[in-house]
């Protein structure tokens, strides 16, 4: 194995990635499997995790994969997924907290129960799910070595952009927050926390934008490196996150949006 592969090895790591079977999820679960981990992915949508891993076992790659049903949006969701996780293994090396949801709505009507939803994915669901694995992360870790947690933030978590989804972008500025809450309070145990703050992909959350190769070009034109994202800028991430060549990074918002963390209208003395 070379200097670079074993940089970037994952050979014989256990990850989960929530929401894997399609958009980020899956481009992450991807990369993870090529470089050699056992990853398993869990969302609502059972049937669709199980053809991703039959998908990701498929391929000429390192790694392997399983997939099943599993809810973080509910406290019972949580508690069954956690369970599962614990029955396939004593020790997690890697959590990617990937699942998400959102709505977009008129400010006048936006629903009570929307934004609730919402929360409860994003950010509740995403707590206690990681609170619940922390003693197979905890068994993953050492000092060379620690334990990886990747929460899925948003460039809208991060700039003052609504564009309807007000609870998402709630959500999301309390996923980076959070993040470095817990990769302050997760040293000691070795664990590094982290998050991507991506702008915009294909996924089918971003279908109604990005849904074919013109709308995609739209939507990329207004990004300040004139593309949207693609999967090699998740995986590349991922790896580097998760790998030995990430182990001293924690607390980290990681801005994978071609730019849009920094773009700005103003324009003090160059006009």
């Known amino acids: 194995m070379s200097y670079v592969e ?22 992450a679960a991807t990369a993870l499997v090529h470089a ?4 398993m992915i869990a969302s609502r949508r059972g049937e669709e995790c199980e053809a991703t891993a039959e998908e990701l076992n498929a391929l000429d790659a390192a790694g392997s994969a399983e997939g099943f049903a599993g809810d973080v949006g509910t406290e019972e969701g949580v508690n069954a997924l956690a369970k599962a996780v614990g029955e396939r293994g004593d020790k997690l090396h890697i959590l990617f907290n990937n699942a998400g949801v959102s709505w977009g709505e008129r400010l006048e009507s936006f629903p009570y129960s929307a934004w609730a939803r919402v929360m409860s994915v994003n950010v509740t669901g995403l707590f206690h799910l990681t609170r619940q694995l922390l003693p197979q992360l905890q068994a993953a870790a050492t000092d060379a070595d620690p334990a990886r947690i990747i929460n899925l ?12 989804a007000y609870s998402y972008t709630a959500s999301k500025a309390a996923v980076h927050h959070l993040t470095r809450t817990l990769a302050d309070e997760f040293t000691e145990k070795r664990i ?30 207004r990004v300040p490196l004139g593309r949207i994202g693609q999967p090699d800028d998740i995986a590349g991430a991922t790896l580097y996150l998760c790998s030995r060549a990430g182990a001293y ?3 980290a918002i990681l801005p994978i949006d071609g730019g849009q963390s920094v773009q700005h209208g103003i324009r003090l003395f160059r006009d």
């Open 6 to 27: 074993e940089l970037f090895s994952l050979k014989g790591k256990r990850a989960l990635v929530t929401g894997g079977a399609s958009g980020i999820g899956h481009m």
């Open 36 to 39: 050699g981990a056992h990853v």
């Open 153 to 164: 933030g948003s460039v809208m978590g991060s700039q003052p952009v609504a564009e309807g």
């Open 192 to 221: 590094t926390v982290n998050a991507f703050a991506p702008g915009p992909f294909q996924s089918r959350m971003t279908a109604f934008a990005t849904g074919s190769d013109e709308k995609a070009a739209k939507v990329g034109a």
């Open 249 to 251: 990074v924690t607390g």
